[in-house]
């Protein structure tokens, strides 16, 4: 089974700080993503890469940066935490078989920003 | 993009089957409609998807209108554990989703 882990299910950081969530797959899949979750809204995609140190915005980009140094990790980077970043955070990775391509989700870490 | 309409809610007894449908007008000729539910707490599980023609697998159906605009996942026999949110997408854009309560 494809195993999406991701480093924390609840997080607490102050307004102002840097924030570091990790998200780890183990398929050697080559597409990851992350998403953010809040009430009323559904998802929405933040970045996805599809290849190691590649990476593209998704629809809500501003205030986030991601890092893709190895096929397996993929990490979502918040330069400067603040409260509207609060939020329930879901990494998935994926295989694309031709123009298919099956996600496969995380637990999801849920950030408060203080 | 592509964009999904789906209802905010429905409700299905336990035993009977479960239609839930999704409206992707704007989807184009050679993208693919997807369907993932999300249990409460846990990250979205895949389900089915499908690009013109109906599909079946061991969770679900997908049954696809020939213009393309819209589609209707059926779980024919909905058990309790089936009560989650259903999101139907094209690309990556998931948007809200339909919470099925299944009632016994």
């Known amino acids: 089974d494809v195993k999406v882990t991701q480093s924390s299910r609840y997080l607490v950081k102050r307004t102002g700080e840097k924030v570091f969530l990790e998200c780890v797959q183990d398929?050697?899949?080559?597409?990851m993503f992350w998403y953010r979750q809040d009430p009323g809204l559904g998802l929405r995609l933040i970045y996805f890469?599809?290849?190691?140190?590649?990476?593209e915005k998704g629809d809500i980009p501003e205030g986030y940066s991601v890092s893709r140094e190895k096929k397996e990790r993929f990490s979502l980077i918040l330069e400067s935490a603040s409260t509207n970043q609060t939020s329930m955070y879901l990494c998935?990775?994926?295989?694309?078989?031709?123009?298919?391509?099956?996600?496969?989700f995380g637990p999801g870490t849920r950030l408060t920003v203080t | 993009d592509a964009k999904t309409t789906q209802p905010t809610s429905m409700d299905c007894a336990e035993g009977r089957a479960a239609n839930l449908p999704c409206n992707h007008s704007?989807?184009?000729?050679?993208?693919?409609v997807y369907w993932y539910r999300q249990i409460h707490s846990q990250g979205p599980q895949y389900i089915i998807h499908g690009l013109k023609n109906n599909e079946t697998n061991e969770m679900a159906s997908l049954i696809i209108t020939e213009d393309r605009k819209s589609s209707t996942l059926i779980l024919p026999h909905a058990t309790l554990r089936d009560t989650a949110v259903y999101y139907c997408?094209?690309?990556?854009?998931f948007g809200k989703g339909t919470l099925l309560t299944v009632n016994p």
């Open positions: 398929m050697d899949h080559e597409n």
């Open positions: 997408i094209v690309k990556l854009t």
């Open positions: 890469s599809y290849d190691v140190k590649m990476k």
């Open positions: 998935a990775s994926g295989v694309r078989q031709g123009r298919i391509l099956e996600q496969y």
């Open positions: 704007t989807i184009s000729g050679n993208e693919y």
